[in-house]
């Protein structure tokens, strides 16, 4: 067979990413199976020390010994078999069994963030936001430890919501976009310690689009600032346009450093049907966030 040529060299080279694409999945596809088998034998560990101890009335010393033995066999696990990490697997059962919803979603989460919402959060509601979150946007461990932090479930979930989605969306999809929108959003990684104006707030948000991406929910997808939308008589631009993965909607912010007014409302308004007339795809929903 001949060797590949000149002419064959851009179709090797699609051939090479389908290749690479597909080696990715693959390891994609293996951690998050070894991840859940790791947890799930976690779970069957904590489970089995509970029901040894209520059997047999063993207590500290008998999860010590099972560390000090464990180890000797397995010393290269990953996680080990400390003690502590034998508790927090008796922990981590005795916290979920009676709570079907969130010990499906704790499979898929590495057992580190697993930890972490374990020792950091108590309410099974806020629980079921930030594994839920984590699942969605493959949050690591210190950016979910930020997001805790920064009491995002209370300003996600708790703040009263101004909008319009019960008037405009289908129940269901309005009740989804009720559940990926925050009502207030912390922009600290921004650095703003003095009034500044809006194109500067743009830039700075810009620079920081991943920051700012986690601090709005999980789901955006940044599709760019000052966006072109251009109309048989003339071109208009959004300060910052997104698209929600779960949603299958466009949303537009539109920056102002004063206080509403119902112009802005107007002009908001006037953008979507933009939006909806000349961006929007045939699948995708049209999303009055105001």
């Known amino acids: ?3 590949i040529t000149t002419q064959d060299l851009s179709e090797y080279k699609g051939f090479l990413s389908q290749v690479t694409e597909q080696i990715r999945r693959s390891r994609t596809r293996a951690a ?15 489970e089995h020390i509970v029901l040894n101890q209520n059997q047999h009335g063993w207590g500290k010393s008998f999860v010590e010994r099972l560390s ?17 990490n034998l508790w927090d697997m008796r922990r981590f059962y005795l916290e979920y069994k009676d709570h079907q919803k969130l010990r499906q979603l704790v499979a898929e989460i590495p057992w580190g963030q697993n930890l972490l919402v374990m020792s950091k959060v108590k309410d099974n509601s806020e629980r079921l936001y930030y594994l839920s979150a984590t699942k969605e946007s493959a949050w690591s461990r210190d950016t979910l430890r930020e997001q805790i932090n920064s009491k995002a479930f ?24 009720e559940q990926s929108m925050k009502d207030i959003y912390m922009f600290d990684m921004l650095g703003i310690a003095e ?64 206080k509403f007014k119902p112009e802005h409302a107007g002009k908001m308004n006037f953008y979507l049907n933009l939006l909806d007339e000349f961006v929007k795809l045939d699948h995708q929903v049209f999303q009055p966030s105001i």
Request: charged share 30%; proline share 3%; no cysteine.
């Open 1 to 3: 067979m001949s060797d």
């Open 32 to 46: 998050q199976a070894v991840n859940k088998e790791a947890v799930n034998l976690y779970w069957w560990l904590g």
């Open 68 to 84: 000090r033995d464990l180890n000797k066999l397995f010393p290269d696990a990953k996680f080990g078999f400390s003690a502590r």
């Open 154 to 177: 209370e300003r996600h979930r708790l703040a009263h919501k101004n909008h319009n989605f019960g008037t405009t969306l289908p129940k269901q999809l309005a009740e989804q976009a």
């Open 195 to 258: 009034p500044i104006i809006e194109t500067e707030i743009e830039r700075r948000m810009v620079e920081k689009i991943k920051d700012v991406i986690l601090e709005l929910g999980y789901g955006f997808s940044f599709l760019g600032n000052q966006y072109r939308i251009a109309t048989p008589d003339s071109e208009y631009f959004i300060d910052l346009l997104f698209y929600h993965r779960k949603l299958q909607a466009l949303v537009a912010i539109e920056l102002k450093r004063t």
